[in-house]
Every structure is written in structure tokens, then in C-alpha cells.
């Protein structure tokens, strides 16, 4: 099956992430957490914060798509795309621009918080249960829609982000090379699968 990596055209300006959206299928197959207030005194207590936060890309990672004829292929961005996609995101004050099932756009989600992560063994997405690996852009969306919010956060009916905008497809490496650093990272990731599934049935018996 083919495998194409995405990566910015340094010299067409459009080319970047546009919007990010919030769908029930991400396709990077990370979800969002939402968080909440812990209680203040002398504040309104419980109160939400309407605070979204999960992975927008992850590097290295073969995300399943299909073209026109229905043909199966794979397309994944490499860490460098990753860092240098979230900094054009910023620049081009993109950190507004959202949609629904990236579909409809909406009003009143924005980007308030962005990092890479450095080592995911210290990285704070661990305090709240997010396991990503290293080079994955982590953002945090503030939602003042109330619909969203109301209709399909609190809900369930989203689970994670998912971007989208304009990337070149013209590979830089051979297929060879990108295969076999794809069968590496899937490799990496089932042995880590595999050490928490020994750790998991240790600690239940």
C-alpha cells in the first residue's frame, strides 16, 4: 500500500494548517480530555472551564485515507513538519479558526495553548492521562460555544481534534526509507503495548 509523507511547501504561502476541528473520529486516533475547575474558595466553585486538551499531530504516525477511485493509502507527517506546521499555524493567527466534523465552522473555539513534547515521560498530558509520543504537538482549545459545549463536548458525540488545511505531497525520501521508519515506530509502539500488557496482568494478579 502506498505511504506519503505530507510536509509544507516553504514556497506557497497557503500551504499550513487553516483551522482545527473537533469530530467524533479523529483520524490521528488520539482523543481529548475536557477539564474543569478544581474547587476555589472566594470563587465560583465547580465551575467549568470549558477546556479542551489533546494532540492535534502526531509524527510518524500512518493515518488510513482513501482517494477518488476508493484506493486505500497511507499519509503521515514527519517531526520536523510536525514542529514547523504548528508554528505556521500561529504565525498565520489561525488559533481561531475551528469547525465541526470539519464541515461546518465555528465560532468561539480557540487555540490558547500549544507545545511539543519533549519527553513523554515527563510531559504534563501524563498527569491527565494522555500517552503520546515524542514530537507530538499537544493543544489546549478554550470553548465559549455553548452549543458545542452543551451539544456535543458534554456529550460525547466529539472526542478528538483533527486538522486540516494544505500540505505537499511529494515525497522527500525513498518509499523504502519512509517504510522502514514507519515499521519502526509500529514496532516501538507494539513493544510498548506489549511491556503494559505484562505490567497490567502482574498488577491484576
Known sequence: MEIIELFLDEENE??????????ESPAIESDFIALKNQEIKMAEVNREQRILMGAALIPNKPIFRKNASNEGYYVFFSRDTVKKASEK???KGNQSKATLEHEMKVNDLTVVESWL????KMDKSLKYGLDVPEGTWMVSMKVNNDKIWDDYVKTGKVKGFSIEGYFSDQAKKPKQEIEEELNKEISDLELVQKIKNIINEQVNN
Do not use: H, R, T
Not at 17 to 22: F, G, K, W
Not at 117 to 120: A, G, I, R, Y
Open 117 to 120: 513534547v519533549d519527553d513523554p
Open 89 to 91: 499555524f500561529f504565525i
Open 14 to 23: 497557503n500551504s499550513g494548517i487553516e483551522a482545527i476541528s473537533v469530530v
